[in-house]
């Protein structure tokens, strides 16, 4: 069974930083393209950012792009999300999302329980 925490999230100023992380269960973490997630309230959830399984390829939403990075250590089976300059409008809760064979905004095969994640004014 694989199971997805993540952890990091919490109450920053605007223009402040977090680092997202989000530890993996499972001996084929390796082998998952990974993703974050987040959804706003009264909005659907959307993908931010989006990893492949060896880090070679990344992918960002417009919305966070040369604001966030997304990594990964397969060796400590998590991965991360460091959010720079962020802005109020990144308020939301954050999901981690693993898939084995599906990329992109159509990963969706095993969720975290979400991290949420306030930026203030």
């Known amino acids: 069974q694989v199971q997805l925490v993540e952890s990091g999230g919490g109450l920053v100023q605007a223009g402040g930083s977090l680092r997202l992380s989000c530890a993996v269960s499972?001996?084929?973490?390796?082998?998952?393209?990974m993703g974050w997630f987040r959804q706003a309230p009264g909005k659907e959830r959307e993908l931010v950012a989006a990893?492949?399984?060896?880090?070679?390829?990344?992918w960002y939403a417009d919305s966070v792009k040369g604001r966030s990075t997304i990594s990964r250590d397969n060796g400590k089976n998590t991965v991360f999300l460091q959010m720079n300059s962020l802005k109020p409008e990144d308020t939301a809760v954050y999901y981690c999302?693993?898939?084995?064979?599906?990329?992109?905004?159509?990963?969706?095969?095993?969720w975290g329980q979400g991290t949420q994640v306030t930026v203030s004014s």
């Open positions: 999302a693993a898939d084995p064979q599906r990329s992109g905004a159509h990963m969706g095969a095993y």
């Open positions: 499972g001996r084929t973490f390796s082998s998952y393209s």
């Open positions: 990893i492949n399984w060896s880090g070679g390829t990344t």
